[in-house]
């Protein structure tokens, strides 16, 4: 918390607060939106009686039941929703990230949506669909013995694909894709699309890997990402 506020300053960056602390993790997505560019970052804890927002940049919600957030979110005006996965995707065969996307799907009203857990900075990337920690893969790390979600497999198609239901189908879009640019992205999308694919594991290798989906991505109403 200390580095965060030490960030916020050196950007100029304005924080909207309503708890009196915020997790680790949320600390350290609103230092990373910060540094992307964003002016001001709200942490509505307690969301459903807040006032709106109008002049804020990115909203961080911590709250139990997704849909909720996502409503209110909505209400504030929010154009695009993020649904933060850990970097690891630690999951079990049943969920949660594949039902929460496909609920968050449907409550946007979105056709499509793409999923890439990749944080190159912290040593997770994503390629041919398979994510690594550092050099090995996902299944090959120490998360492989994770006493609550063991990932024993590194395809992160065919984990997602398997915590879907039977009317959603998983697809992938390869790193020659992102590396030929946002257009290339858009274009696969929209292959995928017209080949019955709702979701989409996105390769990811480097920081500008992710700027490139997120441009490529921009009209998408839900991006679910680490």
Not at 191 to 215: N, P, S
């Amino acid at each position: 918390v200390r580095a965060f506020r030490r960030s916020h300053r050196e950007w100029g960056a304005r924080f909207v607060w309503s708890a009196p602390a915020a997790s680790a993790t949320l600390t350290l997505l609103a230092v990373l939106t910060i540094a992307a560019g964003a002016r001001e970052v709200l942490f509505p804890f307690v969301y459903r009686d807040a006032p709106r927002h109008t002049e804020v940049d990115a909203l961080l919600v911590v709250a139990a039941l997704q849909l909720a957030a996502a409503r209110w979110l909505k209400s504030q005006g929010a154009q695009q929703l993020y649904f933060k996965v850990c970097s690891t995707f630690d999951s079990t065969a049943e969920g949660n990230i594949g039902p929460v996307a496909e609920a968050l799907l449907a409550e946007t009203g979105s056709h499509f949506g793409i999923v890439t857990p990749a944080f190159p900075e912290a040593g997770r990337t994503v390629f041919k669909g398979h994510l690594f920690v550092g050099d090995v893969l996902l299944s090959d790390s120490p998360m492989r013995q994770h006493p609550l979600t063991p990932m024993t497999d590194a395809n992160l198609v065919r984990v997602l694909q398997a915590q879907c239901g039977a009317g959603t189908r998983v697809g992938l879009i390869r790193y020659d894709t992102v590396a030929r640019g946002a257009e290339a992205v858009r274009q696969r999308i929209e292959a995928l699309r017209l080949e019955g694919v709702r979701m989409a594991v996105a390769d990811a290798l480097h920081d500008d890997d992710l700027r490139t989906l997120a441009a490529g991505c921009s009209d998408l109403p839900l991006l679910t990402a680490g």
